[in-house]
Structure formats: structure tokens, C-alpha cells
């Protein structure tokens, strides 16, 4: 178990996290300034992980956040979280696969921030030591969120969802415009570099000529870049 420091949004605040539980990101920070949480709001935070988007969006007001994860360590560790930074009676954490525990909910904000990144890729790079990425294309995990979200989200609500060129980006994007039509803005684009390993890897040269992967060149390093989308129901 070690400790992560978050700076990112409503911090700083510190909170732990086990070998197995996928620590925060790039796009963990990028979502968090992209939230809009009001008073008095329901949110769901789909892929909690740690819990640590559940607990910024619990001080930026919400009401009641519930997580879910379909890891049972995760969850374990963002409810011992809550109760380390005293947000146990707003925070809620359920073990279970995407939306299927909160089937009970209709939430006001949605968090859709699970694994988008190509088996291949997050192979190479070491990410995610659970085993548990997007699947062969990175699409195909968020694609199935964004089919389970039946009526977990109120007429009006919004679903924060990331995608990103280091995907296939356009199957979720026609997968969420299905959903949501023309509904859906870009609120936050941000440039990050890929690590080495993954830049040079051959999973990566491979997908780029494929047209999954859209990455470009900044000198030496490869890029990626993230777009948070602000989708309303």
C-alpha cells in the first residue's frame, strides 16, 4: 500500500492505494477540471478506482456520489479512503461490472472514466496491474459503458466521458452520438507525451497504420491527445 498526494482539483489531499488498484492519471486531473457538480446533486463515478474523482466531486458539493469498480480491492480501498477523509456519509462504493450496481440510481452527473487503452499498448507500458485495459482496440470497454447506462442518468444529467487518439476514438464517439446526438462538447483538449516504450513499441507503429491509433510528433516524442466530452441526456 503506499499513499498518492492528489493536487489536482479540490485538493491537496492525500489517499491511498494498493499495488493492484490503478492509480490516478493524466486524464484522472483533465476530468476532475472538467466536472460540474452542483448542490445537492446524485453522481455515479463508473470505474472508481480508488474513489478519487468520487471524493472531488463530494467537495465540489454533490450530495451523494456512489462508485463502482468491478474490482473488489478497489472498491475495499476507496470506501477505507472515504473514511480517512471523513466522506463516508456522502461517499458510497459498490463492487460490480460498469453500471450493474447502480441500476437502482439516477444520477445527475455521471463519471465515465474506465480503461480505454489497447491491451497491446497498456502491455508494453506496464499500466493497469490488474490486467484489466480497454480491450484489443480501447474501445470496447467504454463502448460497454456507454450501453449500460440505461436510465442511470436523469433526462437533463450529463455524463463526463474521455477519449483519446491513443484509441479508436471515432467508435466511441459514434457509439456516444447514438446516445446523445449532437448533444456532446469538448470542454477540455489536452496534449500528453507517450512514454518511450509505448512510442517505439511495435503494437504501437502497427495500430497507427491501421488508423486506430492518431498520434503525432512533438521533436523526438509521441503524443496523444485527450478530449473530455460533456455529453447531455
Known sequence: MSEVNWTG???????????????????????????????????????????????VAARLGADRVVG?????????????????????????????????????????????????????????AGWF?????????????PSAMLESIGETLKRGGHLYLPTGTIQD?????????ELFGERMQAVIERDFPLPDVVGKSLAAARMMKDGLLNLHKRGSRFLWRLRVWRCER
Open 9 to 55: 482539483r479540490t485538493g491537496p489531499f492525500t489517499f491511498r492505494v494498493n499495488p493492484g488498484v490503478f492509480a490516478p492519471t493524466h486524464t484522472s486531473k483533465t476530468i476532475a477540471e472538467a466536472l460540474e457538480v452542483g448542490p445537492g446533486d446524485t453522481v455515479i463515478d463508473v470505474g472508481c478506482g480508488s474513489g478519487v474523482l468520487s471524493f
Open 169 to 177: 476514438e471515432r467508435t466511441i464517439l459514434a457509439k456516444a452520438r
Open 68 to 124: 463502482c469498480d468491478i474490482s473488489e480491492e478497489a472498491v475495499e480501498m476507496a470506501r477505507l479512503n472515504a473514511r480517512a477523509l471523513g466522506l463516508e456519509e456522502r461517499c458510497e462504493f459498490r463492487v460490480g461490472s460498469l453500471l450493474d450496481p447502480v441500476r437502482d440510481l439516477r444520477a445527475d452527473v455521471l463519471i465515465g472514466d474506465v480503461s480505454g487503452i489497447p491491451d497491446e499498448i497498456a502491455q508494453v
Open 129 to 141: 496491474p490488474d490486467g484489466r485495459a480497454g480491450g484489443p482496440t480501447g474501445a470496447e470497454l
